[in-house]
């Protein structure tokens, strides 16, 4: 069993502290993970406070911390009561050690939102899975498509110059289109795209039928896209490998071994923290209880770190650690992957092989091989 050595040995300091300032969303989703996205809990300035209280005390592992508000739909709660939860962190972040982040699905940005987003300087992460065809699933409380909405709110981003990034989640159908998806996100005009792979996690306990070799032949076109376009946006999944490429040739693999997992302290509305992974906010198990490290208002984070160790579910995925580091051909370059998709797919966090591994880290992978096999051959 391991105790706080082992914890050290696989995580690192944390980069990043997710905030839940509302449960309620107004999309709904196919595939969304959130369990209470129809009710309408709100965090409250006390928590919020809380938060940015044990943020102070919280070495960051880059020297600056990032706070990201992740919903529900942060922006439902509308600019008072967000610029509220933001005032406990503005001398923190004035001091340089906090930078806001916010994901969104931008149906509700108008003029003012892009104000105040522009005066905390906060960094725009927009969920948007293609055009229409391919975002269908993206749908209001009504049943109706969003995607006129979303793009919409983008150009309300682009028009006062705040910079954005893309997530889009990848289904069955735009698994077979990526060159088409990536041209229509890349014609949004995001400095970064990131391309997920459709989970099974929370509530979304269906998988996605995608298959290895689909996933492959994905990351070929990703490839072949990258190769055409140069000056295009960054793509999250080839920036990572890049640098993993890039520290191997130059000698320096020891230093991306060296990086240790972000243990992604997640705090709920009522200041309830989960380790490892946002998805598991709201989730009870019978094995598991409710995961929780404890409560932001009666405890600091550091100190909820510092006890990771003895939560049974950090115990498992620890497990699942080594036994990946023994037995996987992709290790060096994956590092583990994601403790959510082991639990959700597999039920054990001492589990090692998901979908996730499969479709987008080992694909990758394969992708890159296969195409320069053929570029050599050629």
Known sequence: MEG?????????????????????????????????????????????????????????????????????????????????????????????????????????????????????RV?????????????????????????????????????????????????????????????????????????????????????????????????????????AHNGGPALRELERLTDYLHLVRSGQRDEWCRYGLDPIPTVSVDGDVVLMSPELAGISDDAYGNFLAGNVCSQSIAGMLAHAHRLRYVREFMAGLRRCEAECEFWDFCRGAQACNRYFENGSFATTETDYCRLTRQALITALYTSTKKEIAA
């Open 4 to 120: 706080q050595l082992g914890f050290d040995r696989w995580f690192g300091r944390p980069g990043t502290l997710v905030l839940q300032p509302t449960t309620l969303c107004n999309l709904d989703c196919v595939y969304c993970y959130l369990p209470f996205r129809r009710l309408s809990n709100e965090m409250s300035p006390e928590v919020a406070q809380a938060v940015a209280d044990s943020a102070a005390d919280l070495p960051g592992s880059s020297g600056q911390l990032d706070i990201v508000w992740h919903g529900g739909e942060p922006l439902i709660l509308g600019r008072r009561k967000f610029e509220e939860l933001l005032a406990p962190f503005e001398e923190l972040r004035q001091a340089g050690r906090i930078q806001h982040s916010v994901q969104t699905n931008t149906t509700l940005i108008d003029d003012e939102w892009c104000d105040l987003l522009a005066r905390y």
């Open 123 to 227: 960094q725009v992460g927009v969920s948007i899975d293609g055009p229409a065809a391919l975002n269908a699933r993206r749908v209001d409380l009504r049943g109706q498509p969003a995607v006129n909405r979303i793009v919409r709110g983008i150009g309300r981003l682009r028009d006062h110059g705040i910079r954005f990034s893309l997530i889009a989640v990848v289904g069955a159908e735009g698994i077979e289109q990526p060159e088409s998806l990536l041209d229509f996100l890349a014609d949004l005009g995001p400095h970064t795209i990131g391309l997920n792979v459709e989970e099974m996690e929370g509530v979304n306990d269906r998988r996605c039928g995608i298959t290895q070799d689909q996933a492959e032949r994905f990351w070929q076109g990703v490839l072949d896209w990258r190769r």
